[in-house]
């Protein structure tokens, strides 16, 4: 993080700080975000440095430090020649063409509009609702329509219910998607925008990062077939739904139901188990 002992006081940038990454962004400043970015799209004569700037601003405010500062201003100018890793600009032709790039698997948006989203690096994402979260996103990138969007928001953020003393969020049925569509339409579009965003590249990230798990590193990048998934997305090539019934007919967690609503990372694991176990298999039967 930047340091403000040049433009404040020492006791100020002690406990004052500028965010250099996603992890170290809060809730409020990426929601601020978002609604900038739409403005950026949507209102003629805003520039990115004006949305730069009015974010430095907003940060430095929601961090405690005020306008009133003789240096706030000049530091906001600093601060915005920093956000080379938030935003990303191409030129073609005569064209400019301006993205707000998240990579992180951190969700920003834990809890909006009286909904409860997934937990961080998906922790608590179940198979199934990973698999209609993947089908509606697939729609969108095809379609662009905000129904397939909208379906996309239902399916990951839900009305919380507590459970022993924890809200969570209640559990995902396909069959209620209606209902869970017509309460995730109180979301503005630019936050729709958002949950898309972090859930786009989660997808990327569970087919090529690496998990902390039980206290153990795992990546699940040899379970898939580079050739049948397009970058940064899960194709549909994948097939979830063979998956699904791959899985249940072993027994591990049950019917295909009850894997269904197993967690979406023990499930996975089962996959990476079965591809060390095939793949032992046939370094074996090769010697032979």
Request: aromatic share 12%; hydrophobic share 40%.
């Amino acid at each position: 993080m930047k340091s403000f002992k040049e433009y404040i006081g020492r006791r100020e940038a002690e406990r004052l700080d500028f965010p250099e990454c996603w992890e170290e962004v809060d809730s409020k400043e990426w929601i601020h975000l978002l609604w900038l970015r739409q403005q950026l799209m949507e209102r003629k004569g805003i520039t990115l440095d004006d949305i730069r700037r009015d974010w430095c601003a907003f940060v430095l405010q929601n961090r405690g430090l005020k306008k009133s500062k003789p240096d706030f201003w000049l530091l906001v100018h600093q601060l915005a020649g920093t956000l080379d890793w938030m935003w990303r600009t191409e030129q073609e032709g005569e064209n400019t063409w301006i993205s707000l790039t998240y990579d992180s698997t951190v969700n920003l948006l834990p809890q909006v509009a009286g909904l409860m989203g997934p937990a961080s690096h998906g922790a608590d994402l179940t198979f199934g609702e990973f698999r209609a979260a993947t089908a509606a996103m697939n729609l969108y990138d095809q379609s662009h329509e905000d129904t397939d969007l909208l379906a996309l928001c239902a399916v990951l953020y839900r009305p919380a219910k507590k459970q022993k003393g924890v809200f969570r969020r209640e559990p995902f049925d396909t069959d209620r998607l209606p209902v869970l569509m017509t309460r995730a339409s109180i979301l503005q579009p630019y936050l729709r925008w958002g949950i898309y965003a972090w859930f786009a590249y989660f997808c990327q990230y569970l087919y090529t990062g690496t998990f902390l798990i039980d206290g153990q590193e795992v990546c699940f990048a040899p379970v898939f077939d580079r050739s049948k998934r397009t970058e940064g997305k899960p194709a549909e090539g994948l097939g979830l739904n063979s998956i699904l019934y791959c899985v249940a007919s072993s027994g591990v967690f049950g019917t295909a139901t009850d894997t269904d609503n197993a967690p979406l990372l023990r499930v996975m694991l089962k996959l990476l188990d079965d591809k060390h176990q095939a793949d032992r298999l046939q370094k074996r039967t090769k010697k032979k």
